[in-house]
């Protein structure tokens, strides 16, 4: 593979914080699009992994991003964003003048202009730029990015971002405005997946046959691409988690902290909070974000295909 060159004919070197899931495909990705890809992860078998599949390692995160062009951050939210950029060992004081970081975490868009202007203020470039598509796009290059930022940004950060993404929406010229597209996406979602697992736990409870409310919804109106996707987690009884409970209890505390600083009513939010807060508190917050219909079931007495195993969790 002819490695990918800037147009000084200098390779491209990039550098992921974070490789789980989300950042191992998306670091992955770069490197088969030929950029110069090292990567790290608190957990030390990820970084194994990702050199056993020919990138780079590193032992810090400060070593990953130290002569880096492109940095992508690829934790869970905006404090450990914040970490890695400016905690003890962060990377912004090892990073390059004119590099560009790429934020992938969901947060508030309030944080996420805060760690723009104490990027720039360093000569860093930010990307404010949250992904949705899950893990198997990630692995093909194909996410959903919701990127703003200056238009520098999003020059340095174009190898990358081609690399990673199936569709680029360029958002604004100032961080804080892809987060918050992104937060209105997880208000979605959220609300989606209780509906869903509210729905087919109802249709266990009225003894319905649980494969054939699926087929018959998913070619009607009531249908949702969150009921099509994640009710046959429910239909096979496997709550092994592609996306968690935990997520939702995370990302709509934000939806609610946004809708409560601007006065703004967010009740179906607010109720979905609500389910997402009671499976974790039942053991359920590492298991699949499906699990809302454990809950449902266990609330109401209802049936579900392999309701009698543990969750995943405990």
Not at 138 to 151: F, P
């Amino acid at each position: 593979m002819t490695p990918l060159a800037d147009n000084s004919g200098l390779t491209v070197t990039a550098a992921v914080i974070g490789l789980g899931s989300m950042g191992m495909g998306m670091a992955l990705s770069m490197r088969r699009a030929g950029l110069d890809v090292v990567g790290y992860d608190i957990t030390p078998a990820a970084v194994d992994r990702f050199v056993a599949e020919g990138g780079r390692g590193a032992s810090s995160p400060a070593d990953a991003a130290k002569n880096a062009d492109i940095v992508v951050s690829v934790v869970v939210n905006g404090a450990q964003t914040e970490a890695v950029l400016f905690g003890p060992h962060g990377i912004a004081a090892t990073m390059k003048a004119g590099a560009v970081f790429i934020s992938s975490a969901t947060m508030d868009p309030a944080v996420a202009r805060d760690l723009a202007g104490r990027a720039e203020t360093l000569g860093l470039h930010y990307l404010d730029a949250p992904i949705s598509g899950g893990a198997a796009k990630a692995a093909l290059g194909e996410l959903t990015i919701m990127a703003s930022g200056s238009r520098q940004a999003f020059d340095a950060a174009r190898p990358g971002l081609d690399a990673m993404a199936g569709k680029v929406y360029e958002l604004g010229d100032a961080a804080g405005t892809g987060a918050a597209f992104k937060m209105i996406n997880q208000l979605l979602a959220g609300v989606h997946i209780a509906a869903a697992c509210e729905a087919i736990s109802f249709a266990a409870k009225q003894g319905l046959d649980l494969d054939k409310v699926y087929e018959v919804i998913t070619a009607s109106a009531g249908n949702s691409w969150m009921f099509e996707n994640r009710v046959p987690h429910v239909l096979t009884g496997d709550y092994t988690p592609l996306s968690s409970i935990e997520i939702f209890v995370k990302d709509l505390g934000i939806v609610q902290d946004m809708a409560r600083s601007e006065r703004y009513p967010a009740p179906l939010a607010a109720a979905a909070l609500q389910m997402y807060l009671a499976a974790a508190g039942a053991g359920m917050g590492r298991d699949d974000d499906s699990s809302l219909a454990r809950l449902y079931a266990k609330l109401s007495g209802a049936e579900l295909p392999g309701s009698n195993e543990k969750p995943q969790s405990l």
